[in-house]
Nanobody, 121 residues
Framework: VQLVESGGGLVQTGGSLRLSCTTS????????MAWFRQAPGKEREGVSC????????YCADSVRGRFTTSTDSAKNMVYLQMNSLKPEDTAVYYC???????????????WGQGTQVTVSS
């Protein structure tokens, strides 16, 4: 199983980026695929708004309406479209795989190496 992120970089406030996750060794449709991020000194947080056990979407409130996760079954790829980026979105972004029902970080069994996103003010 491999997850390899790409597409990170430096962008100005208000800009957009699309991260890609190239996968191998499994079929994305058979798993929950999501994105998390971690900024220096902060805990990992979800940015894919997955419904958790209580039905509430698990993700950072600050990304709702700005970030969109999608998959391409034919290419076995996962994407994160990020719009209206803010300096507080600066973090390392990780593509993750989990079993059906996965929502919080501990549920996911495979993590990519991460890609750095830096938003300048």
């Amino acid at each position: 199983v491999q997850l390899v992120e790409s597409g990170g970089g430096l962008v100005q406030t208000g800009g957009s980026l699309r991260l890609s996750c190239t996968t191998s060794g499994f079929t994305v449709d058979d798993y929950v695929m999501a994105w998390f991020r971690q900024a220096p000194g902060k805990e990992r947080e979800g940015v894919s708004c997955i419904n958790s056990y209580d039905g509430a979407p698990y993700c950072a409130d600050s990304v709702r309406g700005r970030f969109t996760t999608s998959t391409d079954s034919a290419k076995n790829m996962v994407y994160l479209q990020m719009n209206s980026l803010k300096p507080e979105d600066t973090a390392v972004y990780y593509c993750v795989r989990g079993p059906p029902g996965a929502a919080v970080p501990g549920d996911f069994d495979f993590w990519g190496q991460g890609t750095q996103v830096t938003v300048s003010s």
